[in-house]
């Protein structure tokens, strides 16, 4: 996979990989993470409105925004314990995987687990990205 700086658009083969670069770019390489988000992705935030934020996102705009939001409002965030699990349909996955930081504005630790299904598109001319991830609020 080339760099951000030189390839705009990531280009993935299968799902199980592009869950792998989701969970891999978001915090790390926020912008290389936003060639991954699909025009009309849907988000699911299952415990976000616990917090006062939407239970879904639809969008890609919306989905971008939000995580360039989170990335502000938590440091020293981390996903560990992955698992990714590749379906039989190569072009659908699902991943487990821990997440925790601080959230700045009240220092108190911010910790979820989640489940992230993710599609694969098949479209010859357009570069895979997530179109469909439900994960913690």
Known sequence: MKSTAN???A??????DLLQRHIQT???DNAQWQTLIADDILWELAYAPSIGHPAELSGREEAVRHAIWFVGAVEKFRFFELKVYALADPERAVA?????GLIKSTRRMYRRDCAIP?????QDRVPTRIFRSCACG
């Open 11 to 16: 280009k993935v083969t299968i799902a199980s």
């Open 96 to 100: 487990e995987v821990m997440g925790e």
């Open 7 to 9: 390839n705009k658009e």
């Open 26 to 28: 978001l915090v790390a």
């Open 118 to 122: 993710a599609c694969r598109r098949r």
